[in-house]
């Protein structure tokens, strides 16, 4: 990453940026088997996040599909919300300004909005949220909605899609490992640093992690800042 670059990946955004990895886990999720012939165009926002984490992922899948996906620790019922305000800035960002007050109709990728969750709270396999739950008036008819689709991918759980993804499983099983050791009394460089040793020997994204392992470090130190960050 560049000097300039204001913004970190998070482990998510990093390891899945393989667009094998990508597929592969897409795939699972959808049920559908996109080929590695599919163009896949990632194009992640970078100025629209709290403080310095990306986590992330927006990309276009061939021409017809734009897909968000956040990995989260913590449940969040304004995800719909947050999601809207991003797709408008991502279309904007794609659509020439200039092509909206034309005649012609402008014709924009469908989207589909995807959260994968791996915290500690009780959280069912799938779960729907909606911007519609949000609205104060009830009563009104309702002429905006967003559906926000929730797949919890801890071990033990949505093994329909962990099952077909060794890439998600294998991030699901490192990070449920720092978690572990930090639960178990180690500080979080420790427990980091166990997790490391436990995956490669066990080989659990061992390839990244040999090619990552001080920037691994350096990226969850971000993201337990920031997580600590939003307790408080």
Same mark, same amino acid.
């Given at each position: 990453?560049?000097?300039?670059?204001?913004?970190?990946?998070?482990?998510?955004?990093?390891?899945?940026?393989?667009?094998? *990895?990508?597929?592969?886990?897409?795939?699972?999720?959808?049920? /559908?088997?996109?080929? *590695?012939?599919?163009?896949?165009?990632?194009?992640?926002?970078?100025?629209?996040?709290?403080?310095?984490? @990306?986590?992330?992922?927006?990309?276009?899948?061939?021409? /017809?599909? @734009?897909?968000?996906?956040?990995?989260?620790?913590?449940?969040?019922?304004? &995800?719909?919300?947050?999601?809207?305000?991003?797709?408008? *800035?991502?279309?904007?960002? &794609?659509?020439?300004?200039?092509?909206?007050?034309?005649? /012609?109709?402008?014709?924009?990728? /469908?989207?589909?909005? @995807?959260?994968?969750?791996?915290?500690?709270?009780?959280?069912?396999?799938?779960?729907?949220?909606?911007?519609?739950?949000?609205?104060?008036?009830?009563?009104?008819?309702?002429?905006?909605?967003?559906?926000?689709?929730?797949?919890?991918?801890?071990?033990?759980?949505?093994?329909?899609?962990?099952?077909?993804? *060794?890439?998600?499983?294998?991030?699901?099983?490192?990070?449920?490992?720092?978690?572990?050791?930090?639960?178990?009394?180690?500080?979080?460089?420790?427990?980091?640093?166990?997790?490391?040793?436990?995956?490669?020997?066990?080989?659990?994204?061992?390839?990244?992690?040999?090619?990552?392992?001080?920037?691994?470090?350096?990226?969850?130190?971000?993201?337990?800042?920031?997580?600590?960050?939003?307790?408080?």
């Amino acid at each position: 990453m560049g000097g300039n670059r204001a913004y970190r990946d998070s482990i998510f955004t990093s390891y899945f940026k393989d667009e094998g *990895r990508l597929l592969e886990m897409y795939n699972a999720i959808s049920g /559908k088997n996109y080929g *590695r012939v599919t163009e896949v165009r990632i194009n992640t926002l970078e100025n629209v996040l709290f403080r310095d984490r @990306i986590n992330d992922l927006s990309f276009l899948l061939g021409e /017809k599909l @734009i897909v968000l996906i956040e990995a989260q620790t913590s449940l969040n019922a304004n &995800m719909p919300l947050r999601l809207l305000l991003y797709i408008a *800035r991502l279309y904007e960002k &794609m659509v020439e300004n200039a092509a909206m007050y034309r005649r /012609k109709l402008v014709k924009i990728p /469908k989207p589909e909005f @995807i959260v994968l969750y791996n915290g500690n709270e009780d959280c069912p396999d799938k779960k729907t949220l909606r911007l519609s739950n949000a609205f104060e008036d009830a009563d009104v008819p309702n002429l905006l909605e967003l559906v926000v689709t929730v797949y919890n991918v801890n071990p033990g759980h949505s093994p329909e899609i962990l099952e077909h993804s *060794r890439s998600l499983r294998d991030y699901a099983v490192f990070t449920a490992k720092v978690r572990e050791c930090k639960a178990a009394g180690m500080t979080l460089d420790e427990s980091i640093e166990k997790a490391i040793n436990y995956c490669e020997k066990c080989d659990i994204m061992s390839a990244y992690l040999a090619a990552h392992g001080s920037g691994v470090m350096n990226m969850l130190l971000t993201e337990w800042d920031f997580d600590q960050y939003i307790k408080i």
